[in-house]
């Protein structure tokens, strides 16, 4: 059973906007999805998989990687069990799959070590 589906990414020309989309269950592993911290990763062929932006089980701390600041917004509805992605201004370099992903506690952080529970992806593609 999937816990955690993205949706929402696509093929984009430079300078264009998505909005990627992940719908957890109300519960999993244990837990309701308002009590974890979630956030998006992404991995670019050949790359590492690298942190883009986090959000706080309550919403009130977001972390965002540099590359992605002024660009990107995370935001969750808790009621409704979704995180999102709002993401403008794309550039070729943003160009990945984009993975959601979820942490027990705590405030959203960096390193993939760190979160436990990972959805299957969706792919962006940033055309130039």
């Known amino acids: 059973q999937a816990h955690l589906i993205e949706s929402g990414g696509g093929l984009v020309q430079a300078g264009g906007s998505l909005r990627l989309s992940c719908a957890a269950s109300?519960?999993?592993?244990?837990?309701?999805?308002?009590?974890?911290?979630m956030a998006w990763f992404r991995q670019a062929p050949g790359n590492e998989r690298e942190f883009v932006a986090g959000?706080?089980?309550?919403?009130?701390?977001?972390l965002y990687a540099d590359s992605v600041k002024a660009r990107f917004t995370i935001s969750r509805d808790n009621a409704k069990n979704t995180v999102d992605l709002q993401m403008n201004s794309l550039k070729p370099e943003d160009t990945a799959i984009y993975y959601c992903?979820?942490?027990?506690?705590?405030?959203?952080?960096?390193?993939?070590?760190?979160?436990?529970?990972w959805g299957q992806g969706t792919r962006v593609t940033v055309s130039s």
């Open positions: 959000i706080r089980w309550g919403g009130g701390t977001t």
């Open positions: 109300e519960r999993f592993f244990g837990r309701l999805f308002s009590t974890y911290t």
């Open positions: 992903t979820a942490r027990e506690a705590g405030d959203p952080v960096p390193s993939s070590n760190d979160y436990a529970y």
